[in-house]
Nanobody, 121 residues
Framework: QVQLVESGGGLVQPGGSLKLSCAAS????????VTWYRQAPGNQRELVAA???????NDAGPLKGRIAISRDTAKNTVYLQMNSLKPEDTAVYYC???????????????WGQGTQVTVSS
């Protein structure tokens, strides 16, 4: 069994910063691609950024220029640093990870429960 837990969300003023974490735990052999998404009420889900197991990243989403995604392999954790936040960034932020469990040869996608980010004055 594998679990993903997002944390680090909260209420910030416009122009503020947050650092989100996505921590994986369980019988993990390998973590492949980890992707951050966001969804606001009434809106479609948006891809925010991705971290690839080979070291590459994709940060070309709606927060381009205001985010940095990074990975701590030893901690099975991926971080999303968000800066210069705007009210339109308000959403629930989710992480998705491709994981191979111990004893398996197959990747399975796992989702976290989400963390609320609210940007308001």
């Amino acid at each position: 069994q594998v679990q993903l837990v997002e944390s680090g969300g909260g209420l910030v003023q416009p122009g503020g910063s947050l650092k989100l974490s996505c921590a994986a735990s369980g019988d993990i052999s390998t973590i492949g691609t980890v992707t951050w998404y966001r969804q606001a009420p009434g809106n479609q889900r948006e891809l925010v950024a991705a971290s690839y197991s080979g070291g590459g990243t994709n940060d070309a989403g709606p927060l381009k220029g205001r985010i940095a995604i990074s990975r701590d392999t030893a901690k099975n954790t991926v971080y999303l640093q968000m800066n210069s936040l705007k009210p339109e960034d308000t959403a629930v932020y989710y992480c998705n990870a491709n994981v191979i469990q111990v004893g398996s040869r197959n990747f399975i996608d796992y989702w976290g429960q989400g963390t609320q980010v609210t940007v308001s004055s």
